[in-house]
């Protein structure tokens, strides 16, 4: 209960008997309890991944930066040492605080999934390019690659979300399942698109072909090369898994979608008996806890 304080004892008991209760959204719009925890981080992804993608799009379609329709253009006239635009150093400072702060917060905050130790990989990687493109000044072609990626990480949550609204206060909503159905859709559909076939057309070309062209001794061509191909193969990584939940989809093995990433109820009681039978402790507690059924040490 929110409690106003005041000298009046009369209008501090008025007060605070007719304020609401003050419970989290998630609490208050009533989600399944395995989904309160995870709802704020899919909300704050996406509210953080449209507007860094709506700027990046703005910026390659809306501006003079025509990367997109003619990516061999990313390197004309480099130089070593060459400014930075602003609008262009202002994409870079908002990723590199994202996912400077994404890697903390896959190891201390997010619900942990399967892919958990891929995505860390990914954020590290990702951070990589974002420093090593603004210092080697490749910037033209990082905003091409976050433009390519971040649509993909909109749908994503925005499918997310509504799979955790489905069922609220133990009843099943029909409007978030084929919202989250079509948002699935919509997300395999870009990811092939964006991530496997612009990306190595449009980026890896530019990158590995082109850039040579232009700058015939390129520094540190092959070390920029290796992190976008490093993370090439993880998209292929995460292709898999929406074949997979297409596959369960298809065969029947899943109701509706979910995300496969996540561990099953029964991989969550066996993670928690066997972290008891590794502790000899019987009871919860002793500094650890259990997100998304597996357990994390406090550091």
């Not at 009046?8 to 009533?30: G, H, K, M, S, V």
């Not at 590290?124 to 433009?147: C, D, E, K, M």
């Not at 964006?194 to 990306?199: E, G, Q, S």
Request: hydrophobic share 45%; net charge neutral; with cysteine.
């Amino acid at each position: 209960m929110t409690e106003m304080r005041t000298k009046d004892p009369i209008l501090y008991i008025c007060i605070n008997q007719c304020l609401p209760e003050t419970l989290p959204f998630a609490q208050w719009c009533r989600l399944h309890p395995k989904d309160v925890a995870k709802m704020p981080e899919s909300a704050w992804k996406l509210v953080f991944y449209t507007m860094s993608w709506s700027y990046t799009t703005y910026l390659l379609f809306y501006c003079n930066y025509g990367f997109f329709h003619n990516p061999s253009s990313v390197f004309y006239n480099w130089k070593s040492g060459m400014q930075v635009p602003t609008d262009i150093a202002i994409v870079y400072l908002i990723q590199g605080s994202f996912y400077g702060h994404s890697i903390y917060a896959t190891i201390y905050m997010d619900a942990w999934r399967k892919d958990s130790a891929v995505m860390l990989l990914h954020h590290f990687i990702t951070l990589a390019l974002i420093a090593f493109s603004y210092a080697f000044r490749y910037h033209n072609i990082g905003l091409l690659v976050l433009f390519l990626h971040d649509i993909n990480d909109i749908l994503l949550e925005f499918t997310k979300l509504n799979v955790y609204f489905k069922i609220r206060a133990g009843k099943s909503y029909m409007i978030n399942d084929v919202l989250s159905s079509v948002g699935f859709l919509g997300f395999g559909i870009t990811w092939f698109c964006f991530r496997l076939y612009w990306f190595p057309l449009k980026v890896l070309y530019a990158s590995y072909v082109t850039s040579l062209q232009s700058v015939p001794n390129i520094p540190f061509y092959f070390f920029f090369n290796a992190l976008l191909f490093a993370l090439l193969l993880m998209n292929i990584y995460w292709f898999l898994f929406i074949v997979q939940m297409v596959v369960k989809v298809l065969t029947g093995q899943m109701n509706g979608i979910n995300d496969v990433r996540e561990y099953e109820e029964n991989e969550v009681q066996e993670s928690i008996k066997a972290e008891k039978h590794d502790s000899g402790h019987q009871r919860s507690g002793d500094g650890n806890h259990v997100q998304n059924g597996i357990g994390k040490k406090h550091q």
